[in-house]
């Protein structure tokens, strides 16, 4: 499941803290994304980065020519899956296109159907990556945000405010649809970015768990599929 993320601007950089197995988005050599966890529901309990069930145990860069789209560079990151003795990877893939401003973030989960049999809340969702704070950076940090919501994307609401740990982006899962981020310190002169669903759209969700934005794989598929 695809995510993407689109600037104005031209010099979006991914980087990686090692120590604290996260990714951080800079746009204009400015930070605009702190990642939060990477994690997946499988065998009917969570798998985490940030509590070590998946912690991150390498990196990866590598690049290659898309037919359509043409270059593109792609920062993997590797987390370890050890479900009752079977060991597996999964890859978070944030791939980044060299003919316009974007990235596109997939989950791998592997080679094998992670299975389970229980569902969990209808907001929810069971794999979750990429995962964003939702957090002013510092005290120059005056972005805000604009959002359309409506059931099945209809688009019957729109929200706008401020970005910061106190801010509800969406109002549910099952409503929630794109969101632009803007710079409102430059009074819409700056940059701007969208953060939507690029495939997979009816399999594909995003929650809201206190002041963390997360996407992935929407409840209702009790088995997440090889991807």
Known sequence: FVLLLISCAYDIKVSIDQIKGQYNISIDNQIWFHSSRTALYVNNRWYSSND?????????????????LGNWNETQLIYILNRNG?????????????SQSALTFHLDTGDKILMNNKLLDKNRIRTIFPSFNIEQIDGNDNR?????????????SQYAGIWNSTSEIIGNSLEGGPV???????????????????SQFMATSLNQQDNILQY????????????
């Open 52 to 68: 070590s069930t998946s912690p991150l145990i390498d990196t990866r860069f590598v690049q290659c020519n898309d037919p359509n």
């Open 86 to 98: 079977i060991i597996s990877n999964i890859t978070g893939r944030i791939r980044q296109w060299n």
């Open 144 to 156: 805000g945000y604009f959002t359309f919501q409506g059931v099945m994307m209809d688009f019957d």
């Open 180 to 198: 632009v981020l803007f710079d409102l310190n430059k009074k819409g002169q700056g940059n701007v970015v969208i953060i939507s669903s690029f």
């Open 216 to 227: 992935g794989a929407m409840d209702s598929m009790i088995t997440i599929p090889v991807n």
